[in-house]
């Protein structure tokens, strides 16, 4: 049940974003929120596991198409001094929903059945919705503007079934063989499978889309130090944050015996971190850089990591709250600049195709 939608997810989230590049960025938000939509009640009325399993796939594949193209619409609306600022503002509420996922899961099951985990999504996703139909402007794709000069401005690349189904079914075999490995054992015939299908279909991506005039994977954009450095920092950060959300709450659970709505209280220490960042991030980027406040950050993320690693279970719960609101103050100094880095050094045309990896591409396992 939580595979399937992290499987689905990183799969689709590079054919995603180039969707949004090509059909327009709001028409493929609305898109993508009105599939969550659709997986979320599917997922409160289901009956049985294997409809859960597919409600789970449906949201999936919707959060593959909201979280690259929510990043990807900032460099149309907003200058570089106020991007900052709404970059910083995304982050701050996907971190919000960290703890309060939980949160409101522990209570939701505490009260009432669990399909209420789902239909929670229903309101926050027609919301979602309504405000891209009165609030945001379409982003549409470049072929059909023209610069002051008559000349057409190039469009973003089309959108390459076979590179598209290389990407997907690559991606799909890599994160299921990762996902499984644990449970099945590195050396399982299955595994090691799924990782040689991946390295052959992802191999086969590459070597195709390197005799593309216009790719669907253009790797010269990691040949801008800029892109590459901040792209680099957000998957480090991405990659301690998810590490830490997957042990800890059954640490919380099972070894300090907290309920699920006592956990989510307990992980609100990191976004004490994050405000205190969130107030001083910006002074340091202006006073020193954007690369300095970054390498900061992941020092301090990288020093939480390293107190995390040393709870036992006899730590008890104020150890874990202090490294947890250090994570919070390196997740705030180094997730903001290097995001708004990343998207700065992309052309607009590229914007939805850049956001995802920006964003880590194995996508941050928000199933």
């Not at 690559?170 to 799924?194: C, H, K, Q, S």
């Not at 191999?203 to 792209?231: C, H, S």
């Not at 202006?286 to 690369?291: I, K, L, P, Q, V």
């Not at 998207?343 to 996508?363: E, I, M, N, Q, Y």
Request: hydrophobic share 55%.
């Amino acid at each position: 049940m939580a595979d399937a939608y992290v499987v689905v997810f990183a799969a689709l989230m590079l054919p995603a974003g180039l969707l949004g590049d090509r059909f327009g960025r709001r028409l493929m938000l609305i898109a993508g929120l009105g599939v969550f939509l659709a997986g979320s009640v599917v997922g409160a009325l289901a009956g049985d596991v294997n409809a859960v399993i597919v409600a789970r796939a449906v949201m999936g594949v919707g959060g593959a198409l909201v979280t690259p193209l929510a990043l990807s619409v900032l460099p149309s609306l907003f200058g570089p001094e106020e991007r900052t600022k709404a970059v910083g503002i995304i982050s701050a509420a996907s971190a919000l929903g960290l703890p309060l996922g939980p949160i409101i899961g522990g209570w939701l099951l505490d009260h009432f059945w669990w399909g209420s985990v789902f239909l929670v999504n229903v309101p926050m996703a027609a919301i979602g919705i309504a405000a891209c139909i009165f609030l945001l402007p379409e982003t549409l794709p470049h072929s059909r503007l023209r610069s002051s000069g008559g000349t057409p401005i190039p469009s973003s690349p089309k959108v390459d079934t076979v590179s598209t189904a290389l990407t997907a079914s690559g991606l799909g075999a890599l994160i299921y063989a990762i996902i499984e490995a644990p449970t099945r054992g590195w050396g399982d015939p299955l595994v090691l499978g799924m990782f040689a299908a991946a390295v052959v279909l992802l191999g086969g991506l590459v070597l195709r889309e390197r005799r593309m005039v216009r790719p669907m994977l253009d790797m010269t954009l990691l040949a801008q130090r800029g892109f590459l450095f901040n792209t680099l920092a957000a998957t480090l950060v991405m990659f301690v944050l998810s590490g830490l959300l997957f042990v800890l709450p059954p640490y919380l659970q099972a070894v300090l015996g907290h309920d699920a709505f006592g956990t989510g209280l307990r992980l609100l220490p990191m976004m004490g971190g994050l405000m205190v960042a969130a107030r001083t991030a910006q002074p340091v980027v202006e006073r020193f850089s954007a690369r300095a406040a970054v390498s900061a950050g992941l020092v301090v993320l990288a020093f939480a990591a390293l107190l995390g690693s040393r709870t036992t279970v006899d730590s008890g719960y104020g150890f874990i709250a202090l490294w947890l609101s250090i994570a919070g103050v390196g997740f705030g100094f180094s997730v903001v600049p290097a995001m708004n880095g990343a998207l700065g050094t992309l052309p607009r045309d590229r914007a939805g195709w850049g956001s995802p990896h920006a964003l880590k591409a194995v996508g941050e396992a928000r199933g």
